[in-house]
């Protein structure tokens, strides 16, 4: 019976071992289908759809249309210490048959010393990959911060800067003509200094019309000023704190006064009111 009861612990043990272990292969096979989901994507070339999805070319005058735009109405600074109130008012935002004009003008609205506009595509106009396209011509003065950008619709990895933002153009009016696009997520982000920007200079940004251009494939982004390429952020397959570029986006067209980065060399307020044009915004999809 002593040798009995010995063996049988003997075989309970081996068995015990033996399950630990395929439960040790398991994991380490899960683990490795999870480093494999998280591989960097491998550059297909894709291409682009010849027809916009969608196209706003403001031949049309008075409101943006609210069949492509919102806004985002307020004056709480937009976390960048900014001066303006955004309106809805025609003053603010309207198209003339040509362009839309966003206008900053000096004065007091809710407690703010500036008003201007900000318009979104969001709900109307959001997409996943593709080419976006934006023809402008940017405000001049110091105090001036003009932006054609992207936000994420859902923010599905959280608050920003965890799902992502993409600066298409930003331009500062104390450094008139040099135009800046920019990455942010959680990693690479400008409160940590560690956002992926480059600047260009391009001599006539606030006197002549010029295209912004972004191409987004699950590969990377790449940016085009005048069609040219000026920067490529790639997917480095490690995850949405690095790229949480694989959810939809919208478009954000606006003009700030002040800010942090904006405001930096303070206000001129000789300047307003101060226009941004925009001749129009083209978005194709990417053919998967």
Not at 187 to 213: G, L
């Amino acid at each position: 019976m002593k040798l009995l009861r010995i063996t049988l612990f003997s075989l309970m043990v081996y068995i015990a071992a033996c399950s630990k272990k395929s439960d040790s292969s398991n994991q380490t096979n899960n683990n490795n289908n999870n480093n494999n989901n998280n591989s960097a994507p491998v550059d297909s070339n894709w291409t682009f759809e010849a027809t916009p999805a969608f196209q706003e070319e403001f031949d049309y005058t008075g409101a943006p249309n609210p069949n492509r735009w919102n806004y985002d109405i307020g004056g709480s600074g937009w976390g960048n210490n900014e001066l303006q109130y955004y309106t809805n008012s025609l003053a603010n935002a309207s198209a003339d048959g040509n362009n839309l004009n966003i206008t900053a003008i000096r004065e007091n609205v809710a407690g703010m010393n500036y008003s201007s506009a900000r318009l979104l595509s969001k709900d109307l106009g959001d997409f996943l990959y593709g080419r976006v396209e934006v023809r402008a011509k940017l405000p001049a003065g110091r105090g001036t911060w003009p932006a054609i950008w992207m936000l994420p619709t859902d923010q599905a990895y959280g608050a920003w800067p965890n799902s992502g933002e993409i600066d298409i153009m930003e331009h500062v009016g104390y450094d008139p003509n040099v135009v800046h696009f920019s990455i942010h997520t959680q990693n690479y982000n400008w409160t940590i200094n560690t956002q992926k920007t480059v600047s260009k200079n391009i001599p006539t940004a606030i006197s002549d019309f010029h295209k912004y251009r972004v191409d987004w494939t699950p590969y990377a982004v790449r940016a085009y000023y005048d069609d040219i390429l000026v920067y490529v952020f790639v997917n480095d397959g490690r995850g949405s704190a690095t790229w949480p570029f694989d959810k939809r986006f919208h478009v954000m067209l606006n003009l700030a006064v002040g800010g942090t980065w904006g405001g930096a060399q303070g206000v001129d307020d000789t300047i307003f009111p101060a226009t941004l044009a925009i001749d129009y915004v083209r978005v194709y999809k990417m053919v998967r």
